[in-house]
Nanobody
């Protein structure tokens, strides 16, 4: 059974940094594109960042560009989301998700249905 397990979420002050991790098992990670999504209270889930596998190309939502960075290590089956300059509006449950095939097209990269596997989420709270 495929499992994605997120970790690293916690309370952080505005302007602080945090690194989230997503461990995938027993996926052969190099066959999957991995995305990070988030859901704030009372809001719909939204995409944050995606990394494809073949060329490690990345996509970012405008509201996290230049602040967040997604990376992957296929050997250890880990995907990371480095978050810098955190703001209160970044408070949310963060999920990682996997899309088989390795490459998600730009026009569907933020669509939930493109991702077959989801983790249970990790809470990030940005507050003073």
């Amino acid at each position: 059974q495929v499992q994605l397990v997120e970790s690293g979420g916690t309370l952080v002050h505005p302007g602080g940094s945090l690194k989230l991790s997503c461990e995938a098992s027993p996926l052969t990670l190099e066959y999957y594109a991995i995305g990070w999504f988030r859901q704030a209270p009372g809001k719909e889930r939204e995409g944050v960042a995606v990394i494809n596998c073949r060329d490690s190309s990345t996509y970012y939502k405008d509201f996290v560009k230049d602040r967040f960075s997604i990376s992957r290590d296929d050997a250890t089956k880990m995907v990371y989301l480095q978050m810098n300059d955190l703001r209160s509006e970044d408070t949310a449950v963060y999920y990682c998700a996997a899309s088989f095939g390795g490459t998600v097209a730009p026009d569907v990269v933020w669509k939930d249905e493109e991702y077959s596997y989801w983790g249970q989420g990790t809470q990030v709270t940005v507050a003073s």
